[in-house]
């Protein structure tokens, strides 16, 4: 099983989607009710768990005890092999501590098996095997076992998250060659990498502050912020579309903030998402399908905002989609508040691209 469950081992640090083959691997050995694979920093905790059912009970143990003193003390440890609960705890403590006294004792756990690897980006790894309390603490002989597994076991992690970075800067290396600005961001929005066409950006149209990536208009830069918040708090987000207003010699710029997906991607790289400058630059009014892509809008959104930016007013628009003048105002709020805009002549110029003829700076150029 050794042999077969290294081969595994090694095979999803290449390929992360088969990390949760290997976690069921793990938990038979251990004779588990579950497995999980943790990455924890000090503000946060991202996992990927054996099955969707043990999901919920390390949901539970993270979301509702964040900060617990055991998976304190099991880094506090620092211990080069695999420990137990009763190594950190003894049984006095376990009924007086939170995690264990509300939770963990309730459902029947409370007896596991866990390491903890430290990463070169400041991040700890933690692979645990929850026991049910009716099949007693793992023996030695197990430990021992899972201690000779260990130095590969944090090859493997490492590997996989220097791939994960790697694929991230791949990305915006490949949006470079195409001609379009990409920035690499983690979960609170600081830059990880960035490609010459978004540095040139700097500081024209961001900055590259040490808290978060910032973005010089300030209506912009709200929406990013809330786009980083919602990034954070919902686990289905969606691309989100900011509007940059022009500025002299600048054209009105679109920026895509899209997040990076896959629960096991997520688990190995600090990066979250990428952010995809789009300059609009067009004189003449772009079509539905155009206004749809840089704003992400829905078929009638984008019909709507494509007749109002070719001038008409909404009765007319409403008339031409054969809808109600309520209805297409309805449509065009909708449209303003995704668009981050506030009066129906600002998406007109945004979407015309104000008449300017020049491009995004090349590699090497910055704007004035």
Same mark, same amino acid.
């Given at each position: 099983?050794?042999?077969?469950?290294?081969?595994?081992?090694?095979?999803?640090?290449?390929?992360?989607?088969?990390?949760?083959?290997?976690?069921?691997?793990?938990?038979?050995?251990?004779?588990?009710?579950?497995?999980?694979?943790?990455?924890?920093?000090?503000?946060?905790?991202?996992?990927?768990?054996?099955?969707?059912?043990?999901?919920?009970?390390?949901?539970? &143990?993270?979301?509702?005890?964040?900060?617990?003193?055991?998976?304190?003390?099991?880094?506090?440890?620092?211990?080069?092999?695999? $420990?137990?609960?009763?190594?950190?705890?003894?049984?006095?403590?376990?009924?007086?501590?939170?995690?264990?006294?509300?939770?963990?004792?309730? +459902?029947?756990?409370?007896? /596991?098996?866990?390491?903890?690897?430290?990463?070169?980006?400041?991040?700890?790894?933690?692979?645990?095997?929850?026991?049910?309390?009716?099949?007693?603490?793992?023996?030695?002989?197990?430990?021992?076992?899972?201690?000779?597994?260990?130095? &590969?076991?944090?090859?493997?992690?490492?590997?996989?998250?220097? $791939?994960?970075?790697?694929?991230?800067?791949?990305?915006?290396?490949?949006?470079?060659?195409?001609?379009?600005?990409?920035?690499?961001?983690?979960?609170?929005?600081?830059?990880?990498?960035?490609?010459?066409?978004?540095?040139?950006?700097?500081?024209?149209?961001?900055?590259?502050?040490?808290?978060?990536?910032?973005?010089?208009?300030?209506?912009?830069? /709200?929406?990013?912020?809330?786009?980083?918040?919602?990034?954070?708090?919902?686990?289905?987000?969606?691309?989100?579309?900011?509007?940059?207003?022009?500025?002299?010699?600048?054209?009105?710029?679109?920026? &895509?903030?899209?997040?990076?997906?896959?629960?096991?991607?997520?688990?190995?790289?600090?990066?979250?998402?990428?952010?995809?400058?789009?300059?609009?630059?067009?004189?003449?009014?772009?079509?539905?399908?155009?206004? +749809?892509?840089?704003?992400?809008?829905?078929?009638?959104?984008?019909?709507?905002?494509?007749?109002?930016?070719?001038?008409?007013?909404?009765?007319?628009?409403?008339?031409?989609?054969?809808?109600?003048?309520?209805?297409?105002?309805?449509?065009?709020?909708?449209?303003?508040?995704?668009?981050?805009?506030?009066?129906?002549?600002?998406?007109?110029?945004?979407?015309?691209?104000?008449?300017?003829?020049?491009?995004?700076?090349?590699?090497?150029?910055?704007?004035?």
């Amino acid at each position: 099983m050794d042999e077969k469950f290294l081969d595994s081992l090694y095979e999803a640090a290449v390929v992360p989607e088969l990390w949760p083959q290997v976690l069921r691997q793990f938990q038979e050995v251990a004779r588990g009710a579950g497995a999980v694979l943790v990455a924890v920093t000090p503000s946060s905790s991202r996992w990927i768990s054996s099955s969707a059912e043990f999901d919920q009970v390390v949901a539970t &143990h993270f979301n509702n005890f964040p900060g617990n003193e055991r998976t304190r003390r099991l880094l506090e440890r620092r211990h080069a092999g695999f $420990l137990r609960d009763i190594d950190i705890f003894s049984e006095g403590e376990m009924a007086n501590e939170p995690v264990y006294r509300d939770f963990l004792l309730p +459902q029947g756990l409370g007896i /596991g098996v866990a390491t903890s690897i430290a990463s070169p980006t400041g991040e700890s790894f933690i692979l645990h095997a929850e026991r049910a309390r009716e099949e007693g603490h793992v023996d030695n002989k197990l430990i021992a076992r899972f201690d000779r597994m260990r130095p &590969h076991l944090a090859r493997a992690m490492l590997l996989s998250a220097r $791939l994960e970075f790697e694929r991230a800067q791949g990305a915006a290396r490949a949006l470079e060659a195409i001609g379009l600005p990409a920035a690499i961001l983690d979960r609170e929005g600081r830059v990880l990498a960035i490609n010459p066409r978004f540095e040139a950006l700097i500081p024209s149209v961001a900055v590259d502050r040490p808290s978060r990536l910032a973005l010089v208009d300030a209506a912009a830069d /709200g929406l990013l912020a809330a786009a980083l918040q919602a990034r954070g708090q919902i686990a289905s987000a969606t691309v989100r579309s900011i509007p940059v207003a022009r500025r002299e010699n600048q054209p009105p710029l679109i920026l &895509h903030l899209t997040p990076i997906r896959g629960a096991a991607h997520d688990i190995f790289s600090r990066a979250a998402s990428i952010l995809v400058v789009t300059p609009v630059v067009v004189k003449d009014v772009p079509t539905a399908d155009v206004v +749809q892509g840089l704003f992400d809008l829905t078929p009638a959104e984008a019909r709507l905002a494509a007749l109002i930016a070719a001038g008409h007013r909404p009765r007319e628009a409403a008339a031409a989609l054969g809808v109600m003048e309520e209805t297409a105002r309805s449509t065009l709020k909708r449209v303003l508040s995704k668009t981050g805009l506030h009066r129906q002549a600002d998406l007109i110029g945004l979407l015309r691209g104000a008449g300017v003829t020049n491009g995004l700076p090349g590699p090497g150029e910055r704007t004035p």
